[in-house]
């Protein structure tokens, strides 16, 4: 299995930038790809961005692109959210999870989850 701890959220005005981590741990060599989704009260889990651990292709939900950014530092195990222009809608906890096989980026059946962290973003 593999274990992951999301770290970095918080309560930030709407236009302002926050990044959240996703540190791996465990069977860290099977993961294919990380994914963050986030989801607001009373609202199903939403795909926000995704990375390939081999070849570090990124793909990005259409309400995020170009405000938002995914990268991961091999050496740490480590996925990095950043978020940039932030709204009142990106309000949610976002979680980090781990696909083991190849799969479809932005579908929510991944292996492994976070607990998720909470981003809060005031108008």
């Known amino acids: 299995q593999v274990q992951l701890v999301e770290s970095g959220g918080g309560l930030v005005q709407a236009g302002g930038s926050l990044i959240v981590s996703c540190a791996a741990s465990?069977?860290?060599?099977?993961?294919?790809?990380t994914g963050w989704f986030r989801q607001a009260p009373g609202k199903e889990r939403e795909f926000v961005a995704g990375i390939r651990w081999s070849g570090a292709k990124t793909y990005y939900a259409d309400s995020v692109k170009g405000r938002f950014t995914i990268s991961r530092d091999n050496a740490k195990n480590t996925v990095y959210l950043q978020m940039n222009s932030l709204k009142p809608e990106d309000t949610g906890v976002y979680y980090c999870a781990a696909r083991r096989e190849m799969g479809v980026i932005t579908e929510v059946n991944y292996d492994d989850w976070g607990q998720g962290t909470q981003v809060t973003v005031s108008s």
């Open positions: 465990g069977r860290t060599l099977s993961i294919w790809a």
